[in-house]
């Protein structure tokens, strides 16, 4: 399984921006598929995930703001960003769970949230 990451940027604090993650390969060995940041200086934390029925689960403080989504036809996930904030500056990274290959990551796309 690959992960290619993009749109992430540079938006003012109370934006928008939109994430993708196009998966190829083995897809049909995922079962759950989450984004992930880390900030400078922080641990890795989770963002949100979906399972392949659409179920979503979201951390705290991203709950109301961002919401998951995914298109299975197109192997794309989406990760849609409302109302950012700085604390929200982070490299977002795209995860891919397997059952042939385990935990899959993408390369990352950074988002800054300028105050």
């Known amino acids: 399984v690959q992960l290619v990451e993009s749109g992430g940027g540079l938006v003012q604090a109370g934006g928008s921006l939109r994430l993708s993650c196009a998966a190829s390969?083995?897809?049909?060995?995922?079962?759950?598929m989450g984004w992930y940041r880390q900030a400078p200086g922080k641990q890795r934390e989770l963002v949100a995930t979906?399972?392949?029925?659409?179920?979503?689960n979201y951390a705290d403080s991203v709950k109301g703001r961002f919401t998951i989504s995914r298109d299975n036809a197109k192997n794309t996930m989406y990760l849609q960003m409302n109302a950012l904030k700085p604390e929200d500056t982070a490299v977002y990274y795209c995860?891919?769970?397997?059952?042939?290959?385990?935990?899959?990551w993408g390369q990352g796309t950074q988002v800054t949230v300028s105050s």
């Open positions: 995860n891919a769970r397997s059952f042939v290959q385990g935990w899959r």
């Open positions: 979906i399972t392949g029925s659409g179920i979503t």
């Open positions: 390969g083995s897809t049909s060995s995922i079962f759950l």
